[in-house]
Every structure is written in structure tokens, then in C-alpha cells.
């Protein structure tokens, strides 16, 4: 069937294709995927549908009418998926960023009202349009960087009103532009302000109003924050029974600044992932990867001790060397990371973590898409999948987390279309 869209003469095409299609890419596999020196990737509409060393090109299948991209010996992968995120909220935490920067930590200003519950006053304050325009404008910024795919956390509404807001605004973000948003329910962020000190009675709050209002079809993922100051083990784990019966998958925010076994519960609830992870030992990534069966992605966020001057970093390489999938991402969000920046994560997560440049492409992309549910549609370059595809300005895998802080990215292809 004629192609579309071709891009030629990759330098460097990386597939992340390779390992077996039903589970993440956990252990040596995270490393060892297929990479086509001198490719080519054919397109016919939204679809990849062919590619391979450019001697295998078919030039038969290329008509007048195929958009030819030259990619001139560069780097060509799948677009980025950012599987964390925080994108639709009201306000900025500016302010709070000095207090920080003077030797308050994250918990001290949360514990005094502010925190995650300025941005629940700012976000109830927002209209929906400013709510909107904000998420589109994030958005925008993510594509620049190459993300083509992007989950999409509510969570800063905790109240029922507002939490549903917040994922309608997520689902008519995804609508009004080419990036793909997936929704993921963090009603149960903090307690909401009407309920302090009463975390049970939110929680129950939650499962009895809000979660029968959401349909896993639409919002695949319930999450949870489970921390000193937020939910215990105890009450995250009931919640994400409840959350498990009505038929969604399951995240958690966990083992952030403290060891409280959140990741290991949620493991064992059959979570999609487990993010954050940045005090989670490498023995119980071990059992969680056995109990697993390598299923549970842990999603790792370098930026967040970054910008929280924590300082503590998920022993990555560790928790691969214990065969646990890993992904990266952002959590773009206004108090813990500001940033879009998902190559500078990738970056950090190899100076960090100890994660190798072919580990760390597989965390944005192929892992990335597994930890929300993704998988069957992008992630990876191979027939049949979305065409979401990258052109980078490197020519070889080795440079992408060397251009420290840069953005790497040449052109754009979502669904077979040029950005
Ligand atoms: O993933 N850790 C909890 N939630 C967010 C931060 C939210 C905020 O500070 O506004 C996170 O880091
Ligand atoms: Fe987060």
C-alpha cells in the first residue's frame, strides 16, 4: 500500500522493539532492544507500516504523493511518552519556590497550609476556560519537547465538583490538540481541606461519590499519595481495593521522602505502577519484581529531589539489575516540578540513578507507555503502531543524554502527521 509519510536514511533508527511484546522491558532487556543503523520508517496515514535498513526500502510503495523526510544520518525513535503528570492546575507555587530555596522543606510547608492546598485554592478559583487554556498551554510546551503521549493527573480539586473539572479539562485538553492525553484520577491527593485530619471519611468520600461518576474507559488509572501528611499504607491500600473492585488500574505515589512500604502494597494490589520509588530498597524492588512477574513499572522522577533540594535518588540502576521495569518522567506539576523537560530527566536519571542512555530511552518511550496502559499504540517504532515518531538533532543514542538541558528534537510526528 503506498506510503504516506517516509522517513529516510535514519542514522540511528531506535526501535525499542526486541524483547517479548506482553511485559515491560525489565533487566538486560532494557538495554538490549533493536537498534537499525541506516534505517527507514514508512507510514500509510496514523500507522507505521514498515521499516528496516534502507536497503530493504521498497521503493515501489513510494509514490508522488508520499511526504519523504529526509532525516540526514540522525537519530529517529518513537515519540516521547511523559506517563506522569500533573498538567491541569491554577496558579504557580513561585512564592513557595523562595521559602524553599531559604531551607523549608516540602512537608513543612504543606504542614502549614500550603503546598498542594494553595494550589487546591487556586485551582478551585480558576474557571474552567483559564483551567483550559493553561493545560493547552502546557501541552504545547510537552510537544516541543517530543512528548506525543501524556497522562494526565487530576488532584488538586478535592472536592467532588472540582475533581471532576479537573478531569474533564484533561479529556478536552487531549481533544483540542494532536498530543494524547490519558486521565488518571488523583482525587485522593491530600486530604481535602473540609476533611482535615479525617482522611478515612475523604477516602470513603471518594469511592462513594466521585469513582461511580468516572468509567475506567475513559480514566484508566485511580491514584494515590501515599506520605507522611497524606494517606498511610493502611487507608491506600483500602482505597485502591475499592478503586480495583469498580474496575480501574492502579497507581501510587509512593516511598517519596520516606521507606512506609506504599510501592510494595501497591505491588501487590496488582498496581500499573509505582512512582516516585526514591527511598524503595533494592531488595523490595526485587520482590516486587518477582511478585510482579515484571509487571509493575516503577516510574522514577529525577527532577522532584532536584527541585526539593532532597537530594535522594532511586537506585535505578539497582532496581534494573533486580529485573523492575523502569520508566521516567517529569510529574510536572507547580510544587515539586516545574518542568517539561523530559530529556533533562532522562539526563538525570543517568547521572543520578546510574541508568545507561539505551536504559533511559526505553524509561520515556516503551516502559513509559506500559506504566499507563499505552503499549498496544505507541512506545516503540514497529508495525501496526501509531506513528509518533521523533527526528532528533544527534545523530547516535550516545549523544542524547550528553546535550545536557537541551532539547533534542528536530520534527514531530504524530499519526503520520508532520508538527
Ligand atoms: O508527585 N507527591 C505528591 N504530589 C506531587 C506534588 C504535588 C505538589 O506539590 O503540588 C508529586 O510530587
Ligand atoms: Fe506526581
Known sequence: MAYTLLIRNCGQLLTLAGASADRPLAGAAQQHWRVIPNGYVACVQEQIVALGPMPELDEAEVTPATVVLDAGGRVVMPGLVECHTHLVFGGNRAGEFQRKL????????????????????????????????????????????GVTTLEAKSGYGLNTET???????AQQAGRRQPVRVVPTFLGAHVPGPEFKGRPLDYLQMLVEEVLPRLSPAQVPFVDIFCE????????????????RALGFGLKIHAEQLHDLGGCEMAAQLGATSIDHADYL?????????????????AVLLPLVPLFLRQERYAPGRAFIDENLPVAISTDFNPGSCPSKNLWLALQMACLKM???????????????AWAIGQQQHC?????????????????????????????????????????
Do not use: C
Not at 530498597?281 to 513499572?297: E, L, N, W, Y
Not at 538533532?393 to 545536557?404: G, H, Q
Open 102 to 145: 531559604q531551607g523549608e522543606t516540602y512537608l513543612d510547608i504543606l504542614a502549614s497550609g500550603g503546598g498542594i492546598l494553595s494550589t487546591v485554592r487556586a485551582t478551585r478559583a480558576a474557571s474552567e476556560a483559564e483551567l483550559l487554556a493553561t493545560a493547552l498551554h502546557h501541552l504545547e510546551g510537552f510537544r516541543r519537547y
Open 163 to 169: 475533581e471532576l473539572r479537573l478531569v474533564q479539562v
Open 228 to 243: 507522611e501528611g497524606a494517606f498511610s499504607v493502611d487507608d491506600s491500600r483500602w482505597y485502591l481495593e475499592q478503586a
Open 281 to 297: 530498597t533494592p531488595a523490595a524492588a526485587a520482590r516486587i519484581a518477582r511478585q510482579s512477574q515484571g509487571r509493575t513499572v
Open 354 to 368: 546510574g541508568l545507561t542512555p539505551a536504559e533511559a530511552v526505553a524509561a520515556v518511550t516503551l516502559n513509559a
Open 379 to 419: 512506545g516503540s517504532l514497529e508495525p501496526g503502531k501509531r506513528a509518533d515518531i521523533l527526528v532528533l538533532d544527534v545523530p547516535t543514542l550516545e549523544e542524547i543524554p550528553y546535550w545536557l538541558g537541551e532539547n533534542p528534537v528536530r520534527q514531530v510526528v504524530i499519526g503520520g502527521q508532520l508538527m
